[in-house]
Structure formats: structure tokens, C-alpha cells
T-cell receptor
Framework: GAVVSQHPSWVICKSGTSVKIECRSLDFQATTMFWYRQFPKQSLMLMAT?????????EQGVEKDKFLINHASLTLSTLTVTSAHPEDSSFYIC?????????FGEGSRLTVL | AQSVSQHNHHVILSEAASLELGCNYSYGGTVNLFWYVQYPGQHLQLLLK??????LVKGIKGFEAEFIKSKFSFNLRKPSVQWSDTAEYFCAVISGNTGKLIFGQGTTLQVKP
């Protein structure tokens, strides 16, 4: 099947700094990618839809100025958590659609101290 | 609001026991239905999906699910579980209206050897 890769898989940062997470489709092109957030023992919550060459579409309650999404190419979408705070600590997962099926990255665990 | 509900949050079974995990959704109209599995330390993987046709869907590793439109349900079943089935299971739905994949809360399955 298709492969979606995220980097980094885990990151620790200080409060107030920004962190960038990359999501790559390795063997296919993805005009649309999705970013999810997963809290411990909870489900995946859709944060935003990343569209190649245009602005991302954010879900209600997600701050677009805090979670910056850039989909600059057909194989790369980035999520930047700006001015991170401890409450932003979470597991972030991306996915991309290929031939009608969604493939997920390994996830990136962010810990903000 | 549109939602996906998984009734069982934590299930503990002995090996060879039968499994059924409930999933209900609240969308009207056309839906595509999925079950994903997340093994410890691994990323989400697709178990099976339903788009149309036979409402009884066969997936990988002996799993199956039945779509019952009148009950808005898509329950996951396996006749005989194995210790290696220990994982988190997520039901997910894409509604034709939104095109977004929405997840249920997840069910933790623990199989005792």
C-alpha cells in the first residue's frame, strides 16, 4: 500500500517556541492531506484539511493562526505549532488519500515543557 | 451534530473468544465506513471498508463487519481472537456531504493468552 511518513516522530520543546511537523506521501501524490490530533485514550480529532496550492480548511474550534498548515507540493504538507504551550502537547497524525483510501503517518508526539 | 459512537471503550477477552465491537453513526445519506486498527507503538492501519454492495465486508486478519443501514451501524466481528489482536480499534465514517473522515472514540481490545 501507499506510504505516508511523518517527521519528527517525537519532539520536546520549550513553551513559547514553534515546532514544525512534516507529512510526506512517499510513493504517490496527494492534493489533499488531513491533520488529526489524538489525546491520550481518546479518538482522533480532525484539525484541518490541507490543500495543495491553496489555504487549509480548519475545523471549528481550531486556531488557524496557531496551527499553520502549508501544502507546498503534492507530496508534502507541514503543520507548524506556533508559540507552543503545554496544552498543545499531543499526538499529531496526518493522512493522505490515494485511490479512495486514506493512509496514515506514524504520528508525531509533541511535548511542550 | 454528526458523530460516530463506539459503545465499548475497553474490552478484555481470552484467546479464541468471539469479538463484536459496536459502531453507530449519526449521518444521513451516503456514507463510507471504515474500521482501523492501531497496534501498540504502530500507526493506524485499515482493517476493512464499506463503500457499497454486499453489506457484509471481509477484512484482513479474519475480521469482518456488517453494515446495517436501518440501524446506522457498522459492527466489527471476529469469530476467534488471538493475543496478537490486542490493539486499539477505531470506527470511522466519511459522509457524502462533508468528505471528511470522522472517528469514533476507539475501543481498546486486550486479549489474554
Amino acid at each position: 500500500g501507499a506510504v505516508v511518513s511523518q517527521h519528527p516522530s517525537w519532539v520536546i520543546c520549550k513553551s513559547g517556541t514553534s515546532v514544525k511537523i512534516e507529512c510526506r506521501s512517499l510513493d504517490f501524490q496527494a492534493t489533499t492531506m488531513f491533520w488529526y490530533r489524538q489525546f491520550p485514550k481518546q479518538s482522533l480529532m480532525l484539525m484541518a484539511t490541507s490543500n495543495e496550492g491553496s489555504k487549509a480548511t480548519y475545523e471549528q474550534g481550531v486556531e488557524k493562526d496557531k496551527f499553520l498548515i502549508n501544502h507546498a507540493s503534492l507530496t508534502l504538507s507541514t503543520l507548524t505549532v506556533t508559540s507552543a504551550h503545554p496544552e498543545d502537547s499531543s499526538f499529531y497524525i496526518c493522512s493522505a488519500e490515494n485511490t479512495g483510501e486514506l493512509f496514515f503517518g506514524e504520528g508525531s508526539r509533541l511535548t511542550v515543557l | 451534530a454528526q458523530s460516530v459512537s463506539q459503545h465499548n471503550h475497553h474490552v478484555i477477552l481470552s484467546e479464541a473468544a468471539s469479538l463484536e465491537l459496536g459502531c453507530n453513526y449519526s449521518y444521513g445519506g451516503t456514507v463510507n465506513l471504515f474500521w482501523y486498527v492501531q497496534y501498540p507503538g504502530q500507526h493506524l492501519q485499515l482493517l476493512l471498508k464499506y463503500f457499497s454492495g454486499d453489506p457484509l465486508v471481509k477484512g484482513i486478519k479474519g475480521f469482518e463487519a456488517e453494515f446495517i443501514k436501518s440501524k446506522f451501524s457498522f459492527n466489527l466481528r471476529k469469530p476467534s481472537v488471538q493475543w496478537s489482536d490486542t490493539a486499539e480499534y477505531f470506527c470511522a465514517v466519511i459522509s457524502g456531504n462533508t468528505g471528511k473522515l470522522i472517528f469514533g472514540q476507539g475501543t481498546t481490545l486486550q486479549v489474554k493468552p
